[in-house]
């Protein structure tokens, strides 16, 4: 089973940055993309940015295209999310997820960690 743990969430300012870790066990890391969702208080879980296995190739939800970006270190068998110039909208729960390809319909996975709380104050 997969084991998924998100951290590096916290309280910012608006304007400031954040990097996410996700840590990932439980399957060959290195042959899975990694993606990211977000999840404020009464709204959808909404897809942000995946990486493939190679990291050679990155999607990115319109609304955070230019400030986040990701990266992964399959020795690591970790995958990040570097967050720039935050703003209050994008407070909510972060969650790191695998599979093998990139979907943006959160439906198509099946385990979630805890994730990790961004809260971005004005």
């Known amino acids: 089973q997969v084991q998924l743990v998100e951290s590096g969430g916290g309280l910012v300012q608006a304007g400031g940055s954040l990097r996410l870790s996700c840590a990932a066990s439980?399957?060959?890391?290195?042959?899975?993309?990694m993606v990211w969702f977000r999840q404020a208080p009464g709204k959808e879980r909404e897809f942000v940015a995946g990486?493939?296995?190679?990291?050679?190739?990155?999607l990115f939800a319109d609304s955070v295209k230019g400030r986040f970006t990701s990266s992964r270190d399959n020795a690591k068998n970790t995958v990040y999310l570097q967050m720039n110039s935050l703003k209050p909208e994008d407070t909510a729960v972060y969650y790191c997820?695998?599979?093998?390809?990139?979907?943006?319909?959160?439906?198509?996975?099946?385990?979630w960690g805890q994730g990790t709380q961004v809260t971005v104050s004005s």
């Open positions: 990486i493939i296995w190679s990291g050679n190739n990155r």
């Open positions: 997820n695998t599979a093998r390809s990139i979907y943006s319909d959160p439906t198509r996975y099946d385990y």
């Open positions: 439980g399957r060959t890391f290195r042959s899975y993309s």
